[in-house]
């Protein structure tokens, strides 16, 4: 199982990015899924998850709620990260990792069980 990340790259401020996370050898919507950014010299820290199955809720870290959100699509076996308003503090490497048959997402921000390959983005003028 695999997790294939896309959608990095450099914005401006202000404007919106989506990141995606395929999965490649299983089903996502059997796992719970989160992103993760690790910004130049500092700690990864959890953004956002969503859960497994097919009641979705998520959670989104609250120094970006309201300009980030989190989504799957099952027919695509995808999940994506919406990001809108970038500032320059949203630059970082953004991951994405998942946890098995989990309900409660927010256990992936201690427990992911396997990663993406990590992707730039760079929020500058």
């Known amino acids: 199982f695999q997790l294939v990340e896309s959608g990095g790259g450099l914005v401006q401020p202000g404007e919106s990015l989506k990141l995606s996370c395929q999965g490649a050898?299983?089903?996502?919507?059997?796992?719970?899924t989160g992103w993760f950014r690790q910004p130049p010299g500092k700690e990864r820290e959890g953004v956002a998850c969503?859960?497994?199955?097919?009641?979705?809720?998520?959670y989104v870290r609250d120094s970006v709620k309201g300009r980030f959100s989190i989504s799957r699509d099952d027919a695509k076996n995808a999940v994506y990260l919406h990001m809108s308003m970038v500032t320059p503090d949203d630059t970082g490497v953004y991951y994405c990792?998942?946890?098995?048959?989990?309900?409660?997402?927010?256990?992936?921000?201690?427990?992911?069980?396997?990663w993406g390959q990590g992707l730039q983005v760079t929020v500058s003028t």
């Open positions: 969503i859960n497994k199955g097919y009641v979705t809720r998520t």
């Open positions: 990792g998942v946890i098995y048959d989990q309900m409660d997402c927010t256990v992936v921000f201690q427990e992911a069980e396997q």
């Open positions: 050898g299983d089903t996502l919507d059997y796992y719970a």
